[in-house]
């Protein structure tokens, strides 16, 4: 009632309809329908206040039968503050996602402790050829470092331990480095 800014009597005297502007008469039988046949749905819409300002709800509805009859339970949870928090998560994602893919820097990045390469950027592939795709599927740290052919200035090749990613995710250690 606080929320949505009507008094207990106002809101019970209103449909859903009349709080969720989302809400499709023509599909309630089907909403049912589907209450029904899962016992609980939870979904995300909007709900509307008495002055008229639009919020995000996550709504878990259930239902049951008590007696012959049936009903539906609901319950809805003012999503504002999440909404918010994943609007500038994926802001800040596409931020770095961007930094990265421009980088001038080569970037690999691998998961621990097998060292499958998750990602690769431009610059990267600029050094060392090939496409993301055949780099990023399925290639592990053995694979990496024998296909960078990462050299000393001597023209030896370096040996798995000695390269920064391989030492990263086999000891834990990071580093700065610079070939």
């Not at 589907?34 to 008495?50: C, D, E, S, W």
């Not at 995000?56 to 509805?61: A, D, I, N």
């Not at 009903?71 to 503050?81: G, H, K, L, M, S």
Request: aromatic share 12%; glycine share 8%.
């Amino acid at each position: 009632c606080d929320r949505l800014g009507y008094t207990r009597e106002q809101l019970l005297s209103k449909g859903v309809a009349d709080i969720d502007p989302n809400f499709p008469a023509e599909t309630r039988s089907e909403r049912w329908n589907k209450y029904k046949q899962q016992k609980q749905i939870t979904f995300k819409t909007l709900h509307r206040t008495r002055s008229g300002e639009v919020y995000p709800v996550q709504v878990t509805s259930t239902y049951q039968e008590y007696g012959g009859t049936e009903y539906e339970f609901a319950y809805a949870e003012d999503i504002t503050e999440r909404v918010f928090a994943e609007s500038q998560m994926k802001e800040t994602l596409a931020f770095l996602q961007a930094a990265m893919d421009n980088s001038p820097a080569g970037i690999v990045i691998a998961d621990a402790p097998d060292g499958k390469l998750r990602y690769v950027n431009k610059a990267a592939l600029g050094i060392r050829g090939g496409s993301q795709e055949e780099l990023v599927n399925g290639i592990g740290i053995d694979e990496y470092v024998a296909s960078w052919k990462i050299l000393h200035f001597d023209g030896t090749p370096y040996a798995r331990d000695e390269v920064p990613l391989a030492r990263a995710i086999l000891y834990g250690e990071t580093c700065e480095a610079f070939f």
